[in-house]
């Protein structure tokens, strides 16, 4: 247990964090450090963050009594509950899944990057966008500041300019870290990006309500 705590401890030190702006202001020179170092303590630390950061908006909402989304897979009372507690396995899964399909997508292309690579540029390219696009509407919806069904600006920015602005934030941000991994052509590292991003949105889509 102690270990356990030291190691969480460590992957959540501020040195870590802090270096999470640079997501923000100078993604390009990030993912190259990241590339040079394939040191994955980052994306672990960024992977933990956006499991509480989401997992507390599905408690907001189920304890508040938000109406889902979208249809939930099962008819359960505590669907949201369980979503909660298996958040990080449900976001962890997605990332491993993106950073899989790209690096075998770039051995095809006969890139440079390995997987290690890819798991360590993928993980702030791909939650970050999260934060700043999905989460605050998020968090709107569970405190019911804002409506699915609204009519006019709030609803169209619910239901369709959220989900279109952090795709295309988190498109850009994986087709840049692609990019400096694999050392591809632009074209190719775009499509690297949209193939291996495609399912896990689909896998999100799915579970996530």
């Known amino acids: 247990m102690l270990r356990t705590m030291l190691t969480l401890n460590n992957l959540l030190r501020w040195t870590q964090i802090h270096r999470l702006a640079d997501v923000i202001v100078r993604p390009k020179a990030l993912f190259a450090q990241l590339r ?65 399909l790209a690096w075998m997508f770039n051995v095809l292309l006969r890139g440079r990057g390995d997987f290690r690579q890819l798991l360590a540029v993928s993980a702030p390219a791909l939650f970050v966008p999260l934060w700043l696009v999905m989460l605050p509407t998020d968090l709107a919806l569970s405190w019911g500041l804002l409506q699915q069904e609204a009519s006019g600006f709030p609803g169209l920015w619910v239901r369709h300019l959220t989900p279109a602005f952090t795709f295309l934030y988190t498109l850009a941000m994986l087709w840049l870290a692609c990019w400096q991994v694999c050392r591809l052509l632009l074209r190719e590292a775009f499509a690297v990006a949209m193939l291996a991003l495609l399912p896990v949105l689909a896998l999100w889509s799915l579970l996530l309500r």
């Not at 599905?58 to 109406?67: M, N, W, Y």
């Not at 897979?73 to 298996?86: F, H, I, M, N, T």
């Open 36 to 100: 040079e170092s394939r040191d994955v303590r980052l994306a672990w630390s960024v992977l933990i963050i956006s499991a509480v950061f989401f997992s507390a908006t599905t408690l907001i909402a189920h304890f508040r009594g938000v109406p889902f989304s979208a249809p939930p897979l099962w008819d359960d009372p505590r669907y949201r509950l369980l979503q909660a507690v298996g958040m990080p396995v449900v976001l962890g899964l997605g990332w491993w899944i993106f950073a899989y």
